[in-house]
């Protein structure tokens, strides 16, 4: 959409930049131009209105320059070329309107520096893929709690350090990684607050003499206010490294979720299957079923927690030199993109999800994982120490494993053969209690505190979960009900006056 420009530049420079700076920093720049374009046509949209409404630009300059403006909104952010001569997004706009404008182009420069309509831009862009990101974790949360929901009942080990650990049911599982999605809702709700705030009418540093109003621009924008300090306004540092944490914070979530059904996937564990539509095929290979899903959001993960070290390494500077935020514009979009898709492929592969129930219940029952219950049962039933009682059990599990007996065929008999060893007396437990003690189905529903793995306190958790899904999507539905009705009343506001 741009013709060719004059090599020199504005201000004091006299000649135009350097072959070697347009194919490195300029071109990095506009190479987001399709990122931030809409939200730069809205910054430029009410910044017009705001100085026509106090007076700074004349009413026939602010028709001409609007109906320009509108002009530009309506082209396709992929269709509009970026030169990179030009050196960003925001000069390449400004170019554009000049040339059909030139008599009152240069009105749209007034009281702003270059950055101030990109960090407009770069918020409003923030904020709406937060809200995507928060609709596609909602889905997430549904997809984890419908199935925790079909297999309340289905036990299954749980697992520490991929070792047998206690027996649980798959519901239990599944929750451990919902509430921490319900923790991102509160997470990336906060943030969007602090997002949602309107860095513009600052002036580049320290305000502007121009009477125009910072709340009004913001109001036109569907900011909740303005960012109070203007040198703060002109480039928080703290902010892409909190988006950025936020996001992993989630991500790390799904990449835990991931690793564990990758196990789960192979012939060993063979716990879970994959649907085909989330694996890939081995060219090689012909009976490999990669779950190739899985093995991208764990890569995904690293790749993100990388880009979270390069915003706090990238925000390590002076406080007046803030053009090391041109890796913000466009990473922290994209990650919040990444992050978006990558959520949604979990999704999928939960939706899909085929579970070995019968296998699970057949592992947990040739474990030892009943070995917590076990020396619990004696603390009780012989008053002993806990400590005694954990030794014991040791005792007894270690020469079960070498006997081959599984744990629901240790005896009373044998429990006292270790009594003898270490106590020197027999503890004569009833077969009948250490049977009941040792089925897996029976631990379980004793777990029936807050939070436990029981049937009623998995309930109460799946409740408690759809209440905050809910609430959250509202939440989100509202918020973007407000933006797209305070962008049409912008486009409408524009439109009016650019015909008066």
């Avoid at 950025?244 to 879970?272: C, K, P």
């Amino acid at each position: 959409m741009t013709d060719s420009v004059s090599s020199k530049q504005d201000g004091r420079l006299k000649t135009g930049p350097a072959p070697e700076l347009i194919q490195s920093a300029y071109l990095l720049e506009v190479s987001y131009g399709a990122i931030l374009y809409k939200g730069l046509s809205l910054a430029d949209l009410s910044h017009v209105i705001t100085l026509t409404e106090a007076s700074v630009i004349p009413q026939e300059a602010a028709r001409k320059l609007l109906a320009v403006l509108l002009d530009a909104h309506q082209i396709p952010a992929e269709s509009f070329i970026f030169d990179p001569a030009l050196g960003d997004a925001y000069k390449n706009r400004e170019n554009y309107i000049i040339q059909l404008a030139s008599d009152v182009g240069g009105w749209l420069r007034t009281g702003r520096a270059r950055r101030e309509a990109t960090n407009i831009a770069y918020q409003i862009v923030l904020r709406e893929r937060i809200l995507i990101l928060v609709d596609s974790l909602t889905s997430l949360a549904e997809a984890l709690v419908g199935l925790s929901e079909k297999h309340i009942n289905t036990l299954m080990p749980d697992f520490t350090y991929l070792q047998h650990a206690q027996p649980t049911t798959l519901a239990h599982y599944l929750l451990g990684f919902v509430f921490p999605i319900l923790r991102d809702f509160e997470r990336l709700r906060a943030c969007f607050g602090r997002v949602n705030l309107c860095p513009g009418g600052i002036g580049s540093v320290n305000g502007s003499r121009l009477p125009f109003s910072r709340q009004r621009l913001a109001e036109l924008l569907g900011f909740a206010g303005p960012i109070t300090h203007t040198r703060d306004a002109m480039w928080q540092a703290d902010m892409p490294i909190e988006i950025m944490a936020d996001i992993v914070a989630s991500i790390i979530n799904i990449d835990r979720l991931a690793e564990d059904l990758q196990i789960w996937a192979t012939q060993e564990f063979d716990m879970i299957e994959l649907a085909d539509e989330y694996c890939r095929a081995s060219v090689i290979m012909p009976q490999k079923k990669n779950p190739y899903s899985l093995a991208y959001a764990r890569g995904v993960a690293g790749v993100l927690i990388g880009q979270l070290t390069a915003m706090s390494i990238v925000g390590r500077t002076v406080s007046g030199q803030p053009d090391n935020r041109i890796f913000a514009y466009g990473d922290v979009p994209q990650a919040l993109d990444t992050a978006n898709q990558t959520v949604r492929l979990m999704t999928g592969v939960m939706q899909t999800l085929s579970v070995n129930v019968a296998l699970m219940a057949r592992r947990v029952a040739e474990g030892y994982s009943q070995a917590t219950d076990l020396a619990e049962l004696i603390m009780l039933e012989a008053k002993l120490p806990y400590l005694t009682a954990h030794r014991l059990v040791s005792e007894v599990v270690s020469v079960a494993a070498q006997k081959g007996i599984p744990a629901l065929q240790i005896s009373s008999a044998m429990i006292d053969a270790s009594a003898r060893q270490i106590l020197g007396r027999d503890l004569n437990l009833s077969e009948d209690v250490l049977r009941q003690a040792l089925q897996p189905q029976e631990i379980v529903a004793t777990r029936v505190g807050l939070g436990g793995a029981a049937p009623e306190p998995a309930k109460d958790m799946i409740a408690e979960a759809r209440k905050s899904i809910n609430e959250t999507r509202q939440w989100k539905t509202r918020m973007q009900e407000h933006l797209a009705n305070v962008e049409s009343n912008l486009i409408k506001t524009a439109r009016e006056m650019s015909l008066t």
